[in-house]
């Protein structure tokens, strides 16, 4: 299913032209804002650059999709409290047409979570798709990887 979903978004990417300058910058506003929520552990800004349908594809684990799941994976109510101290974005690529775009590259970040003594440092890759609606970006499928550190 996830290799049918990207293929079918690559393909249509690939079918359309390119993004114009203006919904370059747009997209890139969306990838800065992700990030600019992550460095204020603010939970509503992190998830105001996802589509209410949005779906995270995390590394070894099974996709959660919607935005209720993805706000119980990632600020679960009984869970400890994660505070982001780090968090860096480096977009090596960005691309897309008419309503599909994405963006990939690397990303590091320290947290540490409440209860657990120290920092926990985390470094991977990452795969956005987003998608424009009614002249709105916003994340539709956030991809990620771990790498070696």
Same mark, same amino acid.
């Given at each position: 299913m996830i290799a049918t979903s990207l293929s079918l978004a690559f393909a249509l990417l690939? &079918? %359309?032209p390119r993004?114009?300058?203006?919904?370059?910058?747009? !997209?890139?506003?969306?990838?800065?804002?992700?990030? *600019?929520g992550w460095l204020k552990n603010d939970e509503s800004a992190v998830l105001a650059t996802l589509w209410p349908d949005a779906v995270l594809i995390p590394q070894g684990r099974q996709q959660i999709?919607?935005?209720? *799941?993805? #706000? *119980?994976?990632?600020?679960?109510? &009984?869970g400890p409290r994660t505070t982001i101290h780090s968090? %860096?974005?480096?977009?090596? $690529?960005?691309?897309? %047409?008419? #309503? +599909?775009?994405?963006?990939?590259?690397?990303?590091r970040f320290d947290y540490s +979570? $409440?209860? #657990?003594?120290?920092?926990?440092?985390? !470094?991977?890759n990452?795969? +956005?798709?987003?998608? #424009?609606e009614g002249?709105?970006?916003?994340? %539709?499928?956030?991809?990620?990887?771990?790498a070696p550190h």
């Open positions: 690939a &079918a %359309s993004l114009d300058s203006a919904d370059d910058a747009k !997209v890139r506003a969306v990838n800065a804002a992700y990030v *600019a999709r919607g935005l209720d *799941a993805i #706000k *119980a994976f990632w600020f679960p109510p &009984a968090f %860096s974005f480096t977009t090596v $690529e960005v691309g897309g %047409s008419g #309503k +599909m775009a994405y963006t990939c590259g690397t990303y +979570m $409440e209860g #657990k003594q120290g920092t926990i440092l985390n !470094v991977g990452y795969l +956005m798709l987003f998608r #424009k002249g709105v970006w916003r994340i %539709s499928h956030r991809m990620w990887g771990d």
